[in-house]
């Protein structure tokens, strides 16, 4: 059915949006330079934030009922929702507020960034000192 179809794409459009808008650092990592000035959130409110985003999402996929989907279609709402669930599961474990990792914390992002956020504008340059500047609270959170 189109309208199941359509439903789809929108769908998935929207969770890859959300997704890079919840996850800047990522974004920035893949090219997406449009969450340039921002860090991610792991206060408890910007987890919550992130859960109930993963969650609507979620409902709006297993929602698509998968007979109404072509072999391909249904493939991207299996997938969709396996993906859904996992980032779930990892927030259910709040390992965000225990995990301890030397080699690749926090504290070893802003050694990274550098190579990804590249500064050829003023505006680029205005972005990353953005989130130069929202490290303090960045390292808060981690702690």
Known sequence: ??????????????????????????????????FDDRLDDHSPQGVARSEAMYRGHLEAARAIDPASLDGRERVTRGM????????????????????????????????????????ATPDDGRKLLARWRAIGPFFDQAI
């Not at 396996?82 to 995990?99: C, K, P, S, Y």
């Open 80 to 119: 969709l929702v396996d993906v859904l669930e996992g980032q779930l599961a990892v927030l259910g474990t709040r390992i965000h507020e225990w995990d301890v990792d030397a080699m690749g914390g926090a504290q070893t992002l802003f050694l990274d960034l550098p190579e990804y956020q590249l500064v």
């Open 1 to 34: 059915m189109p309208d199941a179809a359509a439903a789809l794409r929108t769908l998935a459009d929207a969770f890859w949006e959300d997704f890079l808008a919840d996850h800047p650092i990522w974004a920035t990592f893949l090219g997406d330079r449009r």
